[in-house]
């Protein structure tokens, strides 16, 4: 069992930045892949960044490349989500998630494998 706390979210301007953290409790944390998710109003949940179990490899939805960076430390059970240069379309609740698959070397970008969800943070940019 893992449990997930999102942390960091907030108000900021357009071209600002944000870190959210996701501390995570559980001896597992550190051999699942994690994930970053988010949901605005009246849309889906959708896929933002992913990474493997020992942080060696990351994907990242096409709309935040490059302006986004997933980090983890396994050390201190925690994944991160530094996002910069936000845009209005970047508002919505963001959640991370774990994979609970041992040991992974792949980041899935499919919601169903993500079996531990936290409770998400509000990110909101205004232009």
């Known amino acids: 069992q893992v449990q997930l706390v999102e942390s960091g979210g907030g108000l900021v301007q357009a071209g600002g930045s944000l870190r959210l953290s996701c501390a995570a409790s559980?001896?597992?944390?550190?051999?699942?892949?994690m994930g970053w998710f988010r949901q605005a109003p009246g849309k889906e949940r959708d896929f933002v960044a992913g990474?493997?179990?020992?942080?060696?490899?990351?994907d990242y939805a096409d709309s935040v490349k490059g302006r986004f960076t997933i980090s983890r430390d396994n050390a201190k059970n925690t994944v991160y989500l530094q996002m910069n240069v936000l845009k209005p379309e970047d508002t919505a609740v963001y959640y991370c998630?774990?994979?609970?698959?041992?040991?992974?070397?792949?980041?899935?970008?499919?919601?169903?494998?993500?079996?531990?969800w936290g409770q998400g943070t509000q990110v909101t940019v205004s232009s």
């Open positions: 998630a774990a994979d609970p698959v041992l040991r992974s070397n792949y980041v899935v970008k499919n919601i169903g494998a993500y079996d531990y």
């Open positions: 559980g001896r597992t944390f550190s051999t699942y892949a």
């Open positions: 990474i493997n179990w020992n942080g060696g490899n990351t």
